[in-house]
C-alpha cells in the first residue's frame, strides 16, 4: 500500500488563498447573490442555477488529487464560446426541425428560422434554443460520468452524447408543437405542451441518455473484469 503524500507549504497556502478569496467574494455579492436564489427558486426557466455550485463542490472534491498543479485562464475564449452556444443551439434546432417535418410529410415553407406551416407561422425564438434544459442535461451528464464510469473517454463520450441529443430533443419538441397547431388548431401554441411542455421533453431526452449510459458503464465493467484477473492470477503466482 502507498502513502498519501502530505500536502507541501505551498500547497497548502493555495488552498487557503482559494477558501479565503472564496469567503471574500461571498461577502462581497452576498445581496445579488441572495436575489439571485431568491428569484431562480421560484423560476421555472431558471431553477437549475441552484445546482450549479453544489455538483461543482462534488466534482471538485472527487477530483481533489487529480487537479493539475499549475493553472492557465483564457476569458476571452470562456466569454466568446458561451455566448455562442444559445445561438448554436438556436441554429441547430431549427435544422432538426426542418429535417423532422420532412420526414413528416408536413408541407411547410422556411425562410431561416419561420416555418410557414398551413394554418400557422412559427418561428424558432432564442427561447427555443433549449439552452436551459441543455445545461441541466449537461450537468447530469458530467456528474453520471464520474459517479457510474471510471474510463475517461467514456466519461468523455457521455458528456459528449448530450449535445446532439439536446439539439435532436428541441427540434422534436418544435416538430410536436407544429403537428399540434396544423391537426388540432393554432391555438395549440398557446398550449401547455408549448408553454410549460419544457419537463416532458426533457424527461423523454433521459431515455436514450440512461441507454447511453448503460452501454458505456457495461463496457467499462467489462474492461476491468480482465484486469482484476490477471491481478488475481500474478498474486496465485507468487
Known sequence: MSESTPPTQNQKWRFWTGVCFAIVLLVVFA?????????????????????VPFVSAYLLYIRRNQLPKNYTTDLPLTIVSLAAVEIASKSAAAEVANFLFHLSGTPFLRAGPIFQLPNITIEVAQECSGIRSSWVLFMTSILAANLFLKTPWRRFALVAFVIPLGILRNGFRILVI?????????????????LR??????ALSL?????????????????????????????SNH
Open 207 to 235: 431515455v436514450p441518455f440512461l441507454l447511453m449510459l448503460w452501454w458505456l458503464r457495461r463496457g467499462d465493467v467489462r474492461t476491468r473484469q480482465p484486469n482484476r484477473a490477471e491481478v488475481q492470477q500474478k498474486g
Open 197 to 202: 411542455g419544457g419537463p416532458l421533453f426533457f
Open 31 to 51: 445581496l445579488p447573490l441572495l436575489m439571485l436564489t431568491s428569484y431562480v427558486a421560484g423560476s421555472q426557466l431558471h431553477s437549475y442555477i441552484l445546482l
Open 178 to 194: 407544429g403537428l399540434l397547431c396544423v391537426n388540432v388548431g393554432p391555438q395549440m401554441i398557446h398550449s401547455l405542451i408549448h
